[in-house]
């Protein structure tokens, strides 16, 4: 294949930073490819570990005894469960890890010199980084930490997707501002590449004639990714297709989604004409609207 021919699919868009009016600028333009232009099969999430008491900043974890060692979580977990959790509660913090699987910072993010504040962040923290303790404790502003970096990759490509600056989807973390949007598409570069390692392709082996076993659970495939890559396969398969977000429609939500989310029909995919990111807020916004109307009249 020639220069000039190089794979079209795998070009994604071109990145013209803003020029920035607070003093501030950067004009560094970046053509946005994929090394591998289709979407990242997404792998059941190792949940071995259960968080079972908190001491000292650290979340103390053990082998899971009863449930499932793996979860599956839906492929827009990055739009829904990650955008709607309280990162300042501890509490709810727990029960996503123990819903979806322990979240961790992978070593070449902790190790980054392009990610925001990392490496500061680690020197403060009580237990060290997760890949390096002997014990079986994780601080728990190291699960916050990673939840907060995954959650600006996240609002940043939705901010690309909507022609805005990128900055907002990292001030909106408590994390630093980036210099320009080329730096935050460097940072969300950092922060995901070494969450899609786990994604290699494998050969897979499964019995012959036995329906009951999937492709998931043959041999030779990558069983239990960790949760921090699930995320970041997400991420990766929403930049790859490319696709704009619907927003939802309800006033007090606004919130960027692909499908709607159905309880009953998790994940589910219909992706056009969707007006509301989940039954509720539809329900929420009808009873808005109802009762404007009914004001209106009496008046
Ligand atoms: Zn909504």
Redesign the pocket.
């Given at each position: 294949m020639s220069a000039g021919e190089s794979d079209d699919k795998a070009f994604i868009d071109t990145l013209i930073a803003y020029s920035w009016d607070e003093g501030l600028e950067s004009d560094l333009a970046y053509d946005i490819h994929v090394s591998m232009p289709s979407e990242l099969p997404l792998r059941l999430v190792d949940r071995r570990h259960e968080i079972v008491d908190t001491q000292r900043g650290g979340l103390r974890f053990r082998n899971r005894y009863d449930g499932s060692v793996s979860s599956e979580p839906p492929k827009d977990l990055h739009l829904h469960e990650l955008v709607d959790l309280d990162v300042d509660d501890v509490d709810a913090v727990i029960a996503f890890c123990n819903e979806f699987g322990l979240l961790w910072l992978p070593k070449g993010v902790i190790e980054s010199h392009e990610v925001p504040g990392v490496q500061s962040a680690v020197a403060s923290w009580d237990h060290p980084p997760s890949w390096r303790s002997v014990e079986p404790v994780i601080d728990v502003r190291e699960v916050q930490l990673a939840l907060r970096l995954l959650r600006a990759t996240t609002a940043s490509w939705v901010a690309y997707q909507a022609n805005t600056k990128l900055d907002a989807a990292w001030v909106d973390e408590g994390l630093q501002q980036p210099i320009g949007d080329d730096q935050a598409m460097r940072w969300m570069l950092a922060i995901i590449n070494p969450g899609l390692v786990s994604a290699y392709p494998s050969l897979v082996l499964t019995r012959a004639g036995e329906t009951a076993q999937s492709l998931e659970t043959g041999l030779g495939i990558n069983h239990g990714i960790s949760l921090y890559d699930a995320i970041c396969v997400r991420i990766y398969n929403d930049v790859v297709t490319h696709r704009p977000y619907n927003y939802?429609?309800?006033e007090l939500?606004?919130?960027a989604?692909l499908t709607k989310r159905d309880p009953l029909e998790r994940s589910k995919t219909r992706t056009s004409g969707v007006r509301?990111?989940?039954d509720?807020?539809k329900r929420r916004q009808d009873s808005r609207e109802y009762r404007r109307r009914k004001n209106q009249e009496s008046k």
């Open positions: 939802c429609e309800n939500c606004r919130r989604f509301f990111c989940s509720v807020c």
